[in-house]
């Protein structure tokens, strides 16, 4: 057991990495990376060819990344994928649990260094992401199989609790510097004192003096959103709980906000109104079309890749780094190291399986979750009815002002609640709205590529530089959605003015009224 005092000792003086190959030898880092990357990989496959329920994609993935669902034209590809992605997402969370407690051994008995804890917690990490990317594609067979899906939330929650309470040591901005008195120095030699040899119980509950990393909220924020958003997505319930409760009040308010100046613009028709709409356009929109966005699958593989690239940098670049201390050891093809490669087989059992099954009737492919094309239009409604977006409806070309005004004058006289329309469809039926999506994409590319390539030049040098990259790529996505929408709302019909037709309607029914007010007088 290690004293505080011994710790601090340590901690300024540095300490040599000692090699491990059980933890971080070449066989054991190359299982793990080949294993989560074929994964996603197979998730990516099955999403990029439309091998996916209908019910899992969103107007954002069809109109923007052009996917289809293909299932009913293949659905024994469909059955083979689903099982692949089955028996690779079982091995993963089963592997990061074992690997997660190995490591809490190693750091209660103070025998495994910084560098060894980084390895096995960002392996875990991988792991975990690589699991949750998998649960997307499953949802319809996890709903369908309770049994199945009971115990695998059992390890999912046991693997979220233990990359929690893992993640407390590197709070510490001290934690993986290579040279704590010169930060900038990135060399590692042989037999150089660094911040990687110390042991890792040194950092349990232990800031010292620089005190805590400001990117610390950063794995704690990704791996909350991320088992949060994909859990709450396994359940009927939750999603209706999102819907109802979140996706719907926010359209209501939306539409209540414009509603005011497209009343307004309807019974003066002066222009100050229609200026006034448009410039109500620039925040709200764009707040309507990236809710839209979260709802689709592409937005849950921007999630698992980013945690994906980002596990991946924290293993191999301290790796490297180390590779001079622990080289000798940790490059060798020992048992440990075949062992680790030689087990990644075991999926292709369970794949070649049902490779070679061949089709027994529509009976064994509901027992799959693969259902006919009529059902799985009919879900696909039932899922967007569920998540308050109503049928898509691309005929109907009028001006959102129109429809507003419109409505609330209906409301007025009445009228049935249903003619209110829906902002998220027709946000999505303009061009302004696809071209929002599409900046949303073009954010997300060079903001994660941006972030992570500052993230993979600071391991070990320096930290909490990844907060101003981040806000830089949101400060991105608001000014250019916010002018894309002040440019082109005039010519779209999110902002564009009452047809001609429409304006010659709107002034003989203000006549008819003015004509039929001293008529309504004098019988009274």
């Known amino acids: 057991m290690l004293s505080h005092e011994e710790c601090l000792r340590i901690i300024n003086a540095g300490a040599v990495t000692k090699p491990d190959a059980d933890i971080s030898g070449i066989g054991v880092i190359l299982a793990f ?27 954002t993935d069809s109109k923007i990344m052009r996917v289809r ?11 083979v994928l689903q099982h692949t992605i ?19 051994v190693g750091l209660r008995s103070g025998e495994t260094s910084v560098y060894h804890y980084q390895i096995v917690l960002y392996l875990a990490w991988l792991a975990s992401s690589v699991h949750l990317s998998a ?43 290579i040279n704590i008195s010169e930060p900038d120095d990135h060399d590692v030699q042989e037999n150089e004192t660094t911040g990687w040899g110390i042991p890792a119980r040194c950092f349990w509950g ?27 997505d396994m359940f009927e319930s939750t999603r209706r709980l999102y819907g109802l409760g979140i996706r719907q009040p926010l359209e209501r308010g939306t539409e209540s906000l414009l509603s005011i100046p497209a009343r307004r613009y309807r019974q003066t028709r002066q222009k100050r109104y229609l200026w006034c709409f448009r410039l109500l356009l620039v925040p ?23 945690g994906l690239v980002f596990g991946t940098i924290q ?73 308050g977006t109503p049928e898509p409806n691309l005929k109907d070309s009028r001006a959102l002002i129109e429809l507003l005004g419109r409505e609330i004058a209906m409301r007025g006289t009445g009228a049935s609640s249903r003619a209110t329309p829906n902002i998220t469809k027709i946000v999505l039926s303009s061009r302004v709205g696809l071209l929002l999506l599409v900046l949303i994409q073009i954010t997300l590319v060079g903001g994660t590529c941006t972030i992570l390539y500052f993230d993979a030049a600071s391991v070990g040098v320096v930290r909490g530089q990844n907060w101003p990259y981040a806000l830089i790529a949101l400060a991105f996505y608001v000014s250019s959605s916010w002018l894309a929408i002040l440019i082109t709302s005039p010519f779209s019909r999110l902002g564009k003015d009452y047809s001609l037709h429409t304006m010659d309607d709107l002034a ?17």
Do not use: C
């Open 33 to 59: 990376l080949i294993s989560a990357y074929v994964s996603f990989a197979v998730v990516l496959v099955a999403y990029a060819f439309g091998i996916v329920e209908p019910e899992l994609l969103s107007p």
């Open 508 to 524: 003989v029914h203000v006549d008819v009224e003015n004509d039929l007010k001293p008529l309504e007088l004098s019988r009274i």
């Open 69 to 79: 669902s293909r299932v009913h034209r293949h659905p024994k590809l469909h059955r």
């Open 284 to 306: 709200a929109v764009p707040v309507v079309a990236f809710v839209e966005f979260l709802r689709s699958f592409s937005a849950s593989l921007w999630l698992s890749l980013w």
């Open 315 to 387: 293993v191999v670049v301290p790796r490297q780094q180390n590779l001079l201390q622990t080289g000798s050891k940790e490059e060798e093809w020992g048992f440990s190291q075949l062992v680790a490669l030689i087990l990644l087989v075991q999926p292709l059992g369970a794949i070649t399986e049902h490779m070679w099954v061949r089709d027994s009737g529509d009976g064994e492919h509901h027992s799959y979750g693969t259902k006919s094309s009529d059902e799985e239009e009919r879900v696909a409604a039932d899922q967007r009815l569920l998540a």
């Open 135 to 177: 649960l997307t594609i499953l949802r319809p067979f996890l709903s369908t199989h309770p049994a199945v899906r009971a115990w695998r939330l059992t390890g999912m929650v046991v693997l979220f609790l233990m990359l929690v309470v893992g993640l407390i040591p590197t709070v510490s901005y001290d934690w993986g510097i």
């Open 206 to 232: 232990r800031t010292y003096g620089d005190g805590v990393n400001n990117d610390a909220p950063i794995g704690y924020i990704l791996l909350l959103v991320s088992y949060i958003w994909k859990i709450g």
């Open 86 to 104: 089955l028996a690779l997402s079982d091995q993963q969370i089963v592997t990061g649990i074992a690997i997660m407690a190995a490591g809490f």
